[in-house]
């Protein structure tokens, strides 16, 4: 094993990763808020956009780590997490037809 491969700089924090949760997880909090207390149009978009969120969020996160292990240099799990997310992708297509 090379010397920027060392198991302190790939299990590093990734900057940005934990605030933005965290900002996530407190829209998802208010916009399903909205959607239950809101009615008409803005309550089901705004419990649509809570959703997507917490959909997108696990998508974005395996992205953000696929792009952190490639920097690092562990090819292998960055072609995992593409996999992961290339399965998803597909399974996303084949449900829209």
């Given at each position: 094993m090379n010397?920027?491969?060392?198991p302190?700089?790939?299990?590093?924090p990734i900057a940005g990763v934990a605030?933005?949760?965290?900002?996530?997880?407190g829209f998802v909090l208010l916009a399903s808020l909205a959607g239950a207390i809101v009615g008409g149009g803005f309550g089901i978009f705004a419990a649509?956009?809570?959703v997507a969120v917490i959909v997108a969020i696990p998508l974005l996160r395996?992205?953000?780590?696929?792009?952190h292990w490639w920097l690092v240099g562990d090819k292998r799990f960055a072609m995992t997490a593409a996999a992961l997310l290339a399965v998803v992708g597909s399974g996303a297509i084949i449900a829209a037809l």
């Open positions: 010397d920027k491969n060392t302190a700089r790939l299990d590093s605030p933005t949760l965290r900002l996530a997880s649509g956009m809570s395996v992205a953000t780590v696929g792009v």
